[in-house]
């Protein structure tokens, strides 16, 4: 309920990381836009969950085009492009990152202009994995062809229940076969220790991840889920590198100071949701202030949690780099989400959990084969489901959704005041 | 003194007195055109000829924070759950079929709200579909009603979209097909798009604007779950609700102060 006369209470508590975090990112694209107009090194475009940690061993700067896809639906303008990938033959059904980022690409309009940046960098070679999905292999295709530089890729079995060593060694043996490839365009021969080196920092950067969305276990939490999907770009586009690291220290130094002084992310925290599926990009500052003002913290999430690779060890960089790519959510079956999701929404002390059914990103949306119904049979933890899409804004309601967000809190407002009595 | 329930929604305001014993008075309900402080006037204005209304009103839907007079927004399922087991005292599923949304709803023996789950983005399966319908084949809500009782058999509605089901009925009638019979599969198919917001395995209550004015829809439930009613007023027990909810809350303020 909400009374006319009293103020908005949805006044968000901004990190003060933000400001390490920008220049931790602009130092990433300066170091881009400065291989790309020098030459100087070679530029890989990497799937967001592919081998970036061989590419970065290899001298490659790394490029992410799910980054810029992101960018572009948190600027706003992923609708102004993706028609113009439906025009070219790409259905407005598949992947809208694919969709804007394409769409983009072919009326030369990036966000990276506003830094600098000519065009997107220019591949010399396209690196994918299909743990995540099939379209990142058409939607680096696309770039292949256009620019007629080599693609490869690592194939990975989907849905994954039992992670057999023979799954391992599939993967495993697909890195050591795009190596030669990549030495080719390199130009320098790979080195296990730099690999070792990469996987290394990879690791230590995701455990720093981890111990960050970790903090949200504490009751208020000081981080929420619209800050994480911000804060999350380095050990997206850095993963493998000291820069990550280094930057996860000061975040989580950060929020174990606002622990100490009791300093929540949203104002009042009187709710604790899970968020599973993709952010919608274009509404993420206006979600963050809506459940601000209805006490709500997002306090988990699928998304973010992605970026956890803890299991890569620099003794076995291969075989752990293979186990951690299978291991990521996305790539397992329904039953092993929904133990995953079980575990989660305890640690987090979670009291309702809700669903973006994201309508370009199938994988992304886990409440399309009954999982939220079952999982509310063993755990009794309400949830909600909305429709949207990560970056296409026309596939989201926003008035009908704002209601059933306002209504979800209510119902757990119901329940909580009946407990207690 | 009366208190004001509105329901501000996509199509129409509706707005309800009650009286201290919290019984549904008066009625009305408007266009809510495109803007829903107009049509919130309209309502006060046409109360107060006869009625003092009390101030803050009750409000919920798409407008219910686009008044110019003191009011206490509400979710409008919370609201019009707590109108329905105020009615019922029972643990019931609730389908409400309104101008753009069309809602699931199961509230507890408690009177709590258990789950509920709103249409996807799209109008198939809500009043506009049905209104859009109408007026391509230029019949009123009326005449649907007396049509759908002459039908011999159903033809089934494939389309799930509002546009495209248009052509399809013409595709339709140049086959053969009666409108009586046509008016029975329309029924029918709105009614398969609010059931597959879940399995429904209550007592089912109908209300919203829809059932109000095509009551033939009420009876097309029952046929499919016996155990089906759609209380009178249906569609001013969403702006019922707001009143009871805050009537609650004022109740259990008065008792902890």
Redesign the interface.
């Known amino acids: 309920?909400?009374?006319?006369?009293i103020q908005d209470q949805g006044e968000l508590v901004k990190l003060r990381s933000a400001n390490d975090l920008r220049k931790t990112m602009d130092g990433y694209f300066a170091r881009l836009k400065e291989a790309a107009e020098t030459r100087s090194r070679k530029i890989a475009w990497c799937t967001s969950v592919g081998p970036a940690e061989l590419l970065y061993s290899m001298g490659f700067e790394v490029y992410f085009p799910e980054n810029h896809g992101a960018m572009l639906g948190a600027g706003k303008n992923a609708d102004k492009y993706i028609p113009t990938a439906v025009a070219h033959g790409y259905s407005p059904d598949i992947c809208s990152y694919l969709t804007s980022d394409i769409g983009a690409f072919l009326q030369n309009e990036t966000p990276l202009q506003k830094s600098g940046f000519r065009s997107v960098p220019r591949p010399d070679i396209l690196v994918y994995n299909t743990n995540q999905c099939r379209e990142v292999e058409d939607w680096f295709s696309f770039y292949a062809r256009h620019f007629n530089v080599p693609i490869v890729g690592i194939h990975t079995p989907l849905c994954i229940s039992d992670l057999s060593p023979e799954i391992v060694k599939s993967v495993s043996d697909q890195y050591h076969r795009i190596i030669p490839e990549l030495e080719k365009v390199a130009e320098r021969m790979f080195d296990i220790d730099s690999f070792r080196e990469t996987v290394g920092l990879s690791h230590d950067g995701c455990v720093l991840w981890k111990q960050v969305l970790e903090k949200a276990r504490h009751i208020p939490s000081p981080i929420n889920f619209f800050d994480s999907a911000i804060h999350m770009g380095p050990i997206v586009v850095m993963r493998g590198t000291s820069h990550a690291v280094e930057y996860y220290k000061i975040l989580l130094a950060e929020l174990e100071e606002r622990i100490q002084n009791n300093i929540s992310a949203v104002p009042v925290e009187h709710f604790r949701i899970y968020w599973e599926g993709m952010p919608l990009w274009y509404r993420l500052s206006s979600l963050a202030k809506l459940f601000a003002k209805l006490n709500t913290c997002i306090v988990a999430s699928t998304y973010c949690n992605s970026w956890v690779f803890d299991d890569l060890s620099q003794a076995e960089p291969f075989e752990s780099s293979a186990l951690a790519y299978c291991k990521l959510f996305i790539v397992r079956s329904d039953a092993i989400k929904e133990n995953v999701l079980e575990q989660l929404v305890k640690d987090f002390t979670v009291q309702g959990i809700i669903y973006h059914e994201s309508k370009t990103c199938a994988r992304n949306s886990n409440n399309r084969f009954g999982l939220q119904n079952r999982l509310?049979k063993r755990t009794g933890i309400?949830?909600?489901?909305i429709?949207g899409d990560l970056n296409d804004p026309r596939?989201?309601?926003e008035?009908?959704s704002i209601?059933?967000i306002?209504?979800?809190i209510?119902?757990l407002s119901?329940?909580l005041n009946?407990s207690t009595l | 003194m009366f208190r004001l329930g509105l329901d501000l929604g996509s199509s129409y305001t509706k707005g309800v007195l009650v009286d201290d014993n919290n019984r549904m008075t008066a009625f009305h309900c408007v266009k809510s055109g495109y803007n829903f402080n107009n049509a919130a006037t309209k309502i006060i204005t046409h109360f107060t000829e006869n009625y003092e209304i009390g101030y803050?009103i009750y409000t919920c839907g798409?407008g219910r924070?686009q008044v110019d007079v003191?009011?206490?927004?509400?979710?409008?399922?919370?609201a019009l759950s707590k109108a329905v087991y105020e009615i019922h005292k029972r643990s019931c599923s609730i389908i409400d079929i309104g101008g753009?949304?069309t809602k699931f709803i199961q509230v507890n023996a408690?009177g709590?709200?258990?789950?509920?789950?709103?249409n996807?983005?799209c109008a198939a399966g809500t009043g506009s579909f049905l209104e859009e319908i109408a007026f391509r084949l230029d019949v009123t809500p009326e005449e649907f009603t007396e049509f759908a009782k002459e039908a011999t058999r159903e033809v089934k509605i494939n389309s799930f979209c509002t546009v495209f089901a248009i052509s399809e009925i013409i595709g339709m009638i140049k086959n053969g097909a009666t409108l009586p019979n046509i008016v029975l599969g329309i029924y029918n198919s709105i009614i398969l798009r609010s059931v597959e917001l879940s399995l429904i395995e209550d007592h089912l209550v109908i209300t919203g604007g829809l059932p109000a004015m095509h009551p033939t829809i009420v009876s097309l439930f029952k046929e499919k779950y016996p155990d089906t009613d759609s209380p009178e007023h249906s569609q001013f027990l969403a702006a019922y609700g707001c009143v009871l909810?805050?009537s609650e809350?004022t109740r259990t303020e008065a008792i902890t102060t």
């Open positions: 309920m909400s009374e006319k006369g509310f309400p949830y909600l489901e429709n596939c989201y309601s008035e009908q209601i059933a306002e209504t979800f209510d119902q119901g329940h009946n | 803050p798409y924070e003191s009011f206490v927004s509400n979710s409008e399922l919370i753009q949304d408690l709590q709200v258990e789950k509920f789950k709103m996807r983005k909810l805050n809350k």
